[in-house]
């Protein structure tokens, strides 16, 4: 049995098997093209097709976490619109005659850099958000499928960060919790677990070898147990039931006068 620590975004406990989430990262190459003017023309018909892609995503959180939580599809829609991120990738296709897709890494990168070296935590958390838009479009000029397929039973969720849009296109009955290795909690992720009232973790140093063990996620003390013993399984499938007659409890309580016992 081991114990990790992390940062409690969304309380709650979570009992399953993990499902290690290793992102097939695009490998960038920079490659010389010979026509500016027709790569261009590839990175805004991609651009495109990822903004289209957003705003189905929009429509899909709209239905599950509401107006608010789904305004970040819209905002990534503008990020991808904004004119020094495109002059950045233009630039850099027709001063340097390289593929759209480097040119995109490369523009993704620095945008994050930026957001990541801002004092503020806000800001420091939309570092993810331009690495996010940036990877939508190279997948769409690789012709890679961005879906997440979590399997046949609900599982915990492991990874070393999530994106908004890898978030929302999860089957959220398979979906017992989030732990990731980095994010923080004013990420749009963590935002949408508390949304969907999933428990989850963020900087949380959880190993690779984590993948199809059983394990817990205690969101109110902001933990994780790997290979939970019997006695620890037991007490916590205790916890989780409470929590459930208390959760039941407060549902029925919703919409009546709010009165002291005394009146």
């Not at 630039?91 to 890494?105: F, K, P």
């Not at 499928?145 to 915990?156: A, F, K, N, R």
């Amino acid at each position: 049995m081991e114990k990790f620590n992390g940062k409690k975004v969304f309380s709650g406990i979570a009992i399953g098997k993990v499902k290690l989430l290793l992102k097939a990262e695009n490998q960038v190459v920079r490659k010389r093209i010979e026509d500016p003017a027709a790569e261009i023309a590839r990175y805004e018909a991609a651009k495109q097709t990822a903004i289209e892609q957003l705003h189905k995503l929009y429509k899909k959180a709209l239905k599950e976490v509401g107006e608010v939580n789904a305004q970040i599809f819209d905002v990534h829609a503008m990020m991808l619109e904004d004119g020094d991120y495109n002059d950045s990738v233009h630039n850099l296709i027709e001063s340097q005659s390289v593929n759209a897709e480097y040119a995109v890494g490369v523009t993704g990168d620095n945008f994050a850099e930026v957001f990541a070296n801002m004092d503020d935590e806000y800001f420091k958390a939309r570092s993810i958000d331009m690495k996010d838009i940036s990877e939508r479009v190279i997948n769409v000029l690789c012709g890679n499928d961005m879906g997440s397929d979590l399997g046949d039973e609900p599982v915990i969720i492991v990874a070393k960060d999530l994106a908004p849009s890898e978030t929302v296109q999860m089957d959220k009955s398979k979906l017992l919790a989030f732990v990731t290795q980095l994010g923080s909690t004013n990420s749009h992720t963590a935002i949408l677990a508390r949304t969907m009232n999933i428990p989850a973790l963020v900087s949380t140093a959880v190993p690779k070898e984590v993948n199809g063990k059983m394990a817990i996620v205690d969101g109110f003390k902001g933990i994780v147990i790997i290979d939970p013993d019997e006695e620890t399984l037991r007490e916590y499938e205790k916890k989780q039931q409470d929590e459930k007659n208390r959760q039941e409890l407060l549902q029925q309580l919703k919409g009546k006068p709010t009165v002291t016992k005394e009146g």
